[in-house]
Structures are given as structure tokens and as C-alpha cells.
């Protein structure tokens, strides 16, 4: 069975330094080491010494300009809990609270990433939903444009009629078009029945 990832996005001061560092203390054993690229993200795998069935994969992800730890695998409650106590990383109410307050639609747009990125997907939460229904409905497009993003991070299903909205209503063509590419996504990756 195939349990969703966790990703815990991590705050400016969780340096790729201090996340090694970290790694080096609780000696995690290094999995794999992907270099990345201007259109592949930078990643670390470690898997705990302890835990054979749980993946930690260190994040720098140029799509969506974030850093984050993705858990892959079982077991990962423990881990969870060791890398928070360790490192600096972003909690829903602060999502919650960035997503309601930005000030620009540039702070809107990258709090609407970060917040899909930290989206778990299997698990539905209404309140932060509420919010990408907002920005959705945001006079500017680049806005409405990360939504269609956040969407295939959090691949709720309940994106499935904002995104049909946004595919269908949009007044940008390039909204239209990714709001088209997301839907197509999710459904054949994320929403497949069975």
C-alpha cells in the first residue's frame, strides 16, 4: 500500500548546512544523492539506521523555490517528531495565517506554494482549502497560476471542481492551461479509482 508523503518546509534558517549537520548527529544513513539541476530539484535520501522502512528526502526544489523534508514509508510519527525538535520548519497555523495576510500578490503567490508543498495528501484539510479557494478567486494571475500548483502537491480531490473552474473560466490562457495540466495530473496519477 502506498502511504502519502509528509513534507515539513522548512523555514530560511533550517540551512542545508544545519540539516547535514542534523543528519551527521542522528546518524541517518545516506540512500541516494541527486545533484539536481535548473529544472531538477537538489535531494539528499537518508534512511534512519533504526528504521529501515522510512525515507527522508532533503529537498531544494526550483519549481517551487522551497526547501522541505519529504517522509516516505512507515514508521514516520518518530522522525517527525526528531526533526522538528531539531529543525526550524513551518506549522499549518502559520500557513493558515500567511495565506490570510500577505500583503502582495508575490507574498500571496509563494505562501500558496509553500502551503500546497506541506498539503498532505491523503489527508483533506477544509480550512487551508478554504484558503486556495480564495487565491484562486485573487485578481492576479500569478496567483491563481500557483494554486494550480499547490493543487498537485496537495492532490485533494476536492480540487477537482476549482480546477475544472479554473480550466474552463479563467480569463489568462496560462491559467487555463496549467489549471488543465494540473486536472490531467491528478487524474490519471492521483485520483485513479481502485
Same mark, same amino acid.
Given at each position: 500500500? +502506498?502511504? @502519502?508523503?509528509?513534507?515539513?518546509?522548512?523555514? *530560511?534558517?533550517? @540551512?542545508?548546512?544545519?540539516?547535514?549537520?542534523?543528519?551527521?548527529?542522528?546518524?541517518?544513513?545516506?540512500?541516494?544523492?541527486?545533484?539536481? @539541476?535548473?529544472?531538477?530539484?537538489?535531494?539528499?535520501?537518508?534512511?534512519?539506521?533504526?528504521?529501515?522502512? !522510512?525515507?527522508?528526502?532533503?529537498?531544494?526544489?526550483?519549481?517551487?523555490?522551497?526547501?522541505?523534508?519529504?517522509?516516505?514509508?512507515? *514508521?514516520?510519527?518518530?522522525?517527525?517528531?526528531?526533526?522538528?525538535?531539531?529543525?526550524? !520548519?513551518?506549522?499549518?497555523?502559520? +500557513?493558515?495565517?500567511?495565506?490570510?495576510?500577505?500583503?502582495?500578490?508575490?507574498?500571496?503567490?509563494? $505562501?500558496? *506554494?509553500?502551503?500546497?508543498?506541506?498539503?498532505?495528501?491523503? !489527508?483533506?484539510?477544509?480550512?487551508?482549502?478554504?484558503?486556495?479557494?480564495?487565491?484562486?478567486?485573487?485578481?492576479?494571475?500569478?496567483?491563481?497560476?500557483?494554486?494550480?500548483?499547490?493543487?498537485? +502537491?496537495?492532490? $485533494?480531490?476536492?480540487?477537482?471542481?476549482?480546477?475544472?473552474?479554473?480550466? !474552463?473560466?479563467?480569463?489568462?490562457?496560462?491559467?487555463?492551461?496549467?489549471?488543465?495540466?494540473?486536472?490531467?495530473?491528478?487524474? @490519471?496519477?492521483?485520483?485513479?479509482?481502485?
Amino acid at each position: 500500500m +502506498f502511504v @502519502s508523503p509528509i513534507r515539513l518546509v522548512l523555514k *530560511d534558517e533550517a @540551512s542545508r548546512e544545519k540539516v547535514t549537520s542534523f543528519v551527521w548527529k542522528v546518524r541517518w544513513i545516506l540512500h541516494d544523492f541527486k545533484p539536481g @539541476s535548473d529544472q531538477e530539484p537538489y535531494e539528499y535520501i537518508w534512511y534512519p539506521w533504526d528504521r529501515k522502512k !522510512t525515507f527522508i528526502h532533503y529537498v531544494e526544489d526550483p519549481w517551487v523555490g522551497a526547501r522541505y523534508i519529504a517522509l516516505m514509508g512507515e *514508521d514516520r510519527e518518530p522522525v517527525i517528531e526528531q526533526i522538528r525538535a531539531a529543525l526550524p !520548519t513551518y506549522g499549518r497555523e502559520e +500557513f493558515l495565517l500567511h495565506l490570510k495576510e500577505a500583503k502582495s500578490p508575490e507574498e500571496l503567490a509563494r $505562501w500558496v *506554494d509553500l502551503a500546497g508543498v506541506a498539503a498532505v495528501p491523503d !489527508t483533506f484539510d477544509p480550512e487551508v482549502f478554504a484558503r486556495f479557494q480564495a487565491a484562486a478567486h485573487h485578481p492576479d494571475p500569478n496567483v491563481r497560476a500557483e494554486v494550480t500548483r499547490a493543487s498537485v +502537491f496537495a492532490a $485533494w480531490r476536492e480540487f477537482k471542481g476549482l480546477l475544472e473552474e479554473l480550466r !474552463t473560466q479563467d480569463p489568462e490562457e496560462e491559467v487555463r492551461r496549467r489549471a488543465d495540466i494540473a486536472l490531467q495530473a491528478l487524474m @490519471s496519477n492521483n485520483w485513479q479509482e481502485g
